[in-house]
């Protein structure tokens, strides 16, 4: 395959790495259009803010949560893209970070982007991860009486659906 | 996971009306019942005949889809998946498909691309006349525009039917290509349901969209301006209803978009009758795409063999449904099976509009503003 220069994705990269030289661990394109990210947690505010209000990142199309129980930690995608900038409407920036699996805690992006409100309490319901400083972190989709742990943990398993 | 009956915490109390800390206000719980599109519960807070607050109690319908997907293979993830939303089973095939794909390393023949596309905008009319009918129509007290666009709706609902042998949930698009070809006759059949259907869109703008009592009821209520739609991440009609010109059609086409040519209708009010009229035009513009599409649709194969297992990695794809951007990232680890599926819907998205644009209405406006978001509960939950 022949390699295709993609300069909007690695601009983005490079801007990061210039910006936080510390916190970023690990940049990826993985075609274009779209760009991993993997970060340190403890910067999440920042690199978010940064995200926003230079990079012109306005919004978060969701937040993915995705247990590895063998490597003992809980990796946490937000979903970033633009609808303010229409020359980069088109990228989806994956910013990745990974917690510890036994209390997974994370700073919560609602006061830099609110449209993480639902995303976020999703994740805690089904992940356990707790978005510190969320204004209303609540259950959200799981019956009223489920006392079992988050459902979309790996070690959950449900025999009737199958193997897997 | 189930507990055994002993150990489970008796369900919370279903709150009906109870007495709040302000003396003047009432707290009614309005739902769990089935507003045209599934079950919800909004939780509303009302002064005399104001709304003040809103508190959405959402999940009747969750069943796990998430989960459930890491225990089928890729093929037999189709059928599920698309249940969400089964009104718009197409594109929530194709959304998930998108990313399979791209893992798998499979590219769709150009005559399947204008195949999935044909299917998909004649999705995208049968969803906005059910909307029309059930969201639109019903909630504002509308019967006749229920009548004429369920009448409509079902010559499309045959149309589809011929094409891929079901009414509604298709399962039309596996990875690789669709499975069926055009049947002989679909184009002249769906050339001439395109007339009749462009001269009744003239006559349901005269007796629904133009009708005084429909503006007066729409206009000017549940207004989200374009500074909000961006910052509460709203997508689709909604946000295209505040003025910003975002269709991933165009901003990352798929399918045979990229050779169509149409427009992205918008609005720059941000009401509910944007809404209602962003829809309306968007049926104005599939007619468009689908005419075009019939005529340029290449020859040649319509799908390529594609494998049952997938590599390691993560890929993302996303599509436009009828209530916006629809985001999967499937991960795959080897196996036939993926090792997670996340989706990211138009109607979870636009639900954080709810609570914020019914507030200081009067409660009568409370279904149209609903009514205009489109949202539908089941593809919400998953």
């Keep these: 395959m022949t390699q295709v220069a993609l300069p909007r994705e690695e601009g983005i990269i490079n801007q990061l790495k210039d910006q936080f030289p510390e916190a970023i661990k690990e940049t990826k394109v993985d075609r274009a259009r779209r760009v991993t990210i993997t970060f340190d947690k403890d910067h999440l505010q920042e690199i978010a803010t940064f995200m926003r209000d230079q990079a012109g990142f306005d919004h978060v199309k969701g937040i993915a949560g995705i247990d590895y129980p063998t490597h003992k930690k809980i990796e946490v995608l937000y979903f970033t893209g633009s609808f303010s900038k229409p020359e980069i409407q088109d990228l989806v920036v994956i910013l990745k970070t990974e917690l510890p699996r036994d209390n997974p805690s994370i700073a919560s992006v609602v006061s830099v982007w609110q449209s993480a409100h639902f995303h976020e309490r999703e994740t805690f319901e089904m992940f356990g991860v707790k978005f510190e400083g969320h204004p209303d972190l609540r259950k959200l989709l799981t019956l009223d009486n489920w006392d079992g742990p988050p459902p979309m943990l790996k070690d959950i398993k449900f025999p009737e659906m199958g193997q897997r | 996971m189930t507990t055994p009956p002993a150990e489970r915490k008796p369900p919370a109390p279903p709150i009906t009306i109870t007495k709040t800390a302000e003396p003047s206000t009432l707290d009614v719980s309005v739902g769990p019942q089935h507003p045209g599109s599934g079950h919800l519960r909004m939780l509303i807070r009302v002064d005399g005949d104001y709304i003040v607050s809103v508190d959405t109690d959402i999940g009747y319908v969750h069943r796990g889809c998430e989960k459930i997907a890491e225990y089928r293979n890729y093929v037999s993830n189709i059928p599920h998946l698309e249940r969400p939303c089964i009104i718009d089973a197409i594109h929530l095939n194709w959304g998930y498909v998108l ?41 504002s007290g509308h019967t006749t525009i229920f009548m004429w666009a369920f009448g409509d709706r079902d010559l499309f609902i045959e149309l589809a039917e011929m094409l891929t042998g079901a009414r509604l949930t298709y399962s039309f698009l596996p990875p690789g290509g669709p499975r069926r070809d055009l049947p002989a006759g679909f184009g002249e059949k769906l050339t001439k349901l395109l007339d009749y259907f462009e001269k009744r869109l003239v006559e349901y703008d005269r007796i629904f969209f133009s009708n005084p009592l429909v503006v007066a009821r729409a206009k000017g209520i549940g207004v989200l301006k374009r500074q909000e739609a961006i910052e509460l991440g709203v997508v689709g009609p909604v946000l295209r209803g505040s003025g910003v010109k975002y269709d991933v059609r165009k901003v990352e086409p798929y399918g045979a978009y990229a050779d169509l040519d149409f427009e992205i209708p918008t609005y720059e009010e941000g009401d509910s009758y944007a809404r209602f009229m962003v829809r309306f035009e968007e049926m104005k513009q599939s007619i468009k795409i689908l005419r075009q599409a019939l005529e ?60 914020y644009l019914i507030r200081n209405v009067h409660v009568a406006d409370m279904p149209i503003i609903y009514g205009s978001l489109d949202y539908w509960p089941v593809e919400a939950d998953r």
């Design chain 2, 296 to 355: 340029k649709i290449p020859k040649g194969p319509i799908a390529r063999k594609a494998p049952l297992v997938a590599p390691e990695g993560e890929a993302t794809g996303r599509v436009e449904s009828s209530r916006g951007e629809y985001t999967v990232m499937v991960m795959g680890d080897n196996s036939d099976k993926p090792y997670r599926v996340k989706i990211m819907n138009g109607s979870f998205r636009n639900l954080i509009a709810l609570p």
């Design chain 2, 99 to 139: 990313p399979v794909e791209e893992l798998q390393g499979v590219e769709v023949p150009p005559r399947g691309q204008y195949i999935s596309t044909i299917a998909a905008e004649m999705n995208r009319i049968m969803n906005h006349l059910y909307w029309v009918a059930i969201n639109a129509g019903v909630f």
